[in-house]
């Protein structure tokens, strides 16, 4: 079993929707969550994180967490074409942080 | 602001010959990390310094690489002899905290292919 799992996609959301990424993890002693967003060649950036249960929200995006299922959702209201990239979820217990696969977004115009 | 910086950008070297990359974090972040996606793959995690003694190399993945910081600025990671199965980008990010929080940066990475 993967550390942290993402479905690859791609995940193809017309403009203006709801793009809804997932990710679960297996190691129950994770404290920290991440979610990257990477444009093809660029390197991975920083867009939200959580650690608490519940939803976290900025902006256009919302993070939910829930740590008794392992899992923990990014959220993207009024998807842009300019949203298309990879969203890369990330898990940390410590020093060391676990990077999920990533999943393809296509926001189509 | 200086972001992280990663040297070279693109690396092409043949199967057998050595290669160095380079890592400048940001001034002041004790903690930089080396990463590499290897195509179709997700980010792997390979090392973690804090300032200039490794906290954990847990995944490196066999003797060929070598990664220094010395004087716990700039890190390099010495590929040696480079292997086909070595072919990625290897991104550097820095932290002034423990673990990749909220202020982790990357680099723009560097491409190596191994030909």
């Known amino acids: 079993q993967k550390e942290v799992e993402q479905n690859s996609g791609p995940l193809s959301v017309p403009e203006g929707a709801i793009a809804s990424l997932n990710c679960t993890y297996s190691d129950r002693g994770s404290q920290s969550f991440f979610w990257y967003r990477q444009y093809s060649g660029k390197s991975p950036e920083l867009i939200m994180f959580i650690y608490s249960n519940g939803d976290k929200e900025d902006g256009r995006f919302t993070a939910q967490l829930n740590k008794a299922s392992q899992y923990v959702s990014l959220l993207i209201r009024d998807s842009q074409p300019s949203d298309s990239a990879t969203y890369l979820c990330?898990?940390?217990?410590?020093?060391?942080?676990?990077f999920g696969a990533g999943t393809r977004l296509f926001v189509k115009a | 602001e200086a972001g992280v910086t990663q040297f070279p950008s693109h690396s092409v070297i043949e199967k057998g010959q050595t290669v160095t990359l380079r890592c400048d974090p940001i001034?002041?972040?004790?903690?930089l990390y080396w990463y590499r996606r290897v195509m179709g793959k997700e980010i792997k995690f390979l090392l973690h310094?804090?300032?200039?003694?490794?906290?954990?190399e847990s995944g490196m993945p066999n003797n060929r690489f070598l990664a220094e910081r010395t004087g716990g600025t700039y890190s390099t990671l010495k590929v040696q002899p480079a292997e086909l199965e070595d072919s990625g980008v290897y991104f550097c990010?820095?932290?002034?905290?423990?673990?990749?929080?909220?202020?982790?940066?990357f680099g723009q990475g560097t491409r190596l292919t191994v030909v």
């Open positions: 310094f804090v300032k200039e003694s490794k906290q954990d």
């Open positions: 001034s002041g972040h004790d903690n």
């Open positions: 990330a898990v940390s217990g410590g020093f060391k942080t676990i």
């Open positions: 990010a820095s932290s002034p905290q423990g673990a990749l929080g909220t202020e982790a940066f």
